[in-house]
């Protein structure tokens, strides 16, 4: 029971002014938000909720996940079905065709997604897949007005620059967890790489999508490191996924996460990361249960109709979701 009910929510207030003023809380602060039993969930979502209202209103962005490039990743990724040391029984496949990739666009456009996300398996793209994506990027473009995202492993300036010059609008290159966490679930390579590529992106002038998977094993200090690195790296789009294990890989099943410690991370990233757009991402049906959409309240963006090698809601499910709780599919046109 909340032992003293006014300083708590006098705390959560300090905490949303903040975050309004564009201020992240600060270390000891956001670690409350994590693991103070006495701070009420409800609570904290509706000052999350009056932060995500301030920069975005009601509208929920949908966003679509291509998975154009399946399998034959030489990455170790312990957490990834598609990892050289998983034996998951998925479907390998290498790239999509064209047409197949650009129907993804305009059929995504014309369900309603506002972003179309399109991700590769694999290390890092040769010149001639980046010249390929950027021509891809470059008729989606002039076909619809829909935003596109790429995620195909690291890349250095001069790629950063093919793909902007394209008309790519977000590369997207996960942290997944804090760098001190890292050697515990990849050892083929480092944090630091995964910084570089996003510091490549932004100095290119590409919005930076990262994010975290949540249930890996990481503490609570880690999880807000990773969200005060986010935004040291102004990433505009932040997936905020959650682990779901695929029979074969590495990682093994987990029980790390509950609704309440999903959300409770939720809103710590909105409070962190006060402008920027928070995605309940990979895994939020799994782990969030009957208390999926309260996941509105401190995200504005979700994705829909499944993830990498793993199932989703479909669009008229996830769109009535996002309506029975009081908010709106944002379209693209609305916010140009």
């Not at 609570?43 to 009601?58: D, I, S, T």
């Not at 409770?264 to 990361?273: E, G, S, W, Y």
């Amino acid at each position: 029971m909340n032992q003293n009910p006014k300083a708590e929510e006098n705390f959560i207030h300090t905490l949303t002014g903040r975050a309004l003023q564009g201020e992240p809380p600060t270390p000891e602060d956001a670690l409350r938000i994590l693991n103070d039993p006495q701070l009420e969930l409800l609570e904290l979502l509706q000052g999350a909720f009056m932060v995500r209202r301030h920069h975005f209103g009601l509208g929920v962005r949908v966003h679509i996940l291509n998975n154009v490039q399946n399998g034959y990743c030489p990455e170790d990724c312990n957490y990834c079905a598609q990892a050289a040391n998983s034996q998951a029984p998925i479907e390998k496949y290498t790239l999509k065709s064209d047409e197949e990739i650009v129907r993804g666009a305009e059929e995504s456009f014309k369900s309603g997604a506002y972003r179309y996300c399109i991700v590769l398996s694999g290390r890092q793209p040769p010149a001639a897949r980046v010249e390929h994506m950027a021509g891809l990027v470059k008729k989606i473009k002039a076909s619809w007005p829909v935003q596109v995202c790429l995620s195909a492993g690291f890349l250095d300036r001069d790629t950063a620059r093919v793909l902007k010059e394209a008309g790519l609008d977000r590369y997207n290159h996960n942290l997944n967890t804090a760098e001190s966490h890292y050697g515990s679930i990849c050892s083929t390579h480092s944090y630091a790489e995964r910084v570089k590529t996003l510091e490549a992106a932004r100095s290119e002038g590409l919005e930076v999508c990262s994010g975290i998977i949540l249930g890996m094993g990481e503490t609570d200090a880690e999880i807000v490191t990773v969200a005060m690195k986010l935004r040291q790296l102004d990433a505009r789009s932040i997936p905020v996924n959650f682990y779901v294990h695929v029979p074969g890989s590495r990682m093994g099943d987990r029980d790390d996460l509950t609704p309440q410690r999903c959300l409770r991370a939720l809103a710590l990233f909105r409070f962190v990361n006060p402008d920027a757009e928070i995605r309940a991402a990979g895994g939020r049906e799994a782990n969030l249960r009957s208390m999926e959409s309260l996941a509105l309240f401190p995200a504005n963006s979700l994705f829909s109709e499944g993830y990498l090698n793993v199932g989703g809601h479909g669009i008229d499910k996830t769109r009535k979701l996002i309506e029975d709780a009081g908010f709106f599919v944002e379209r693209v046109e609305e916010s140009n």
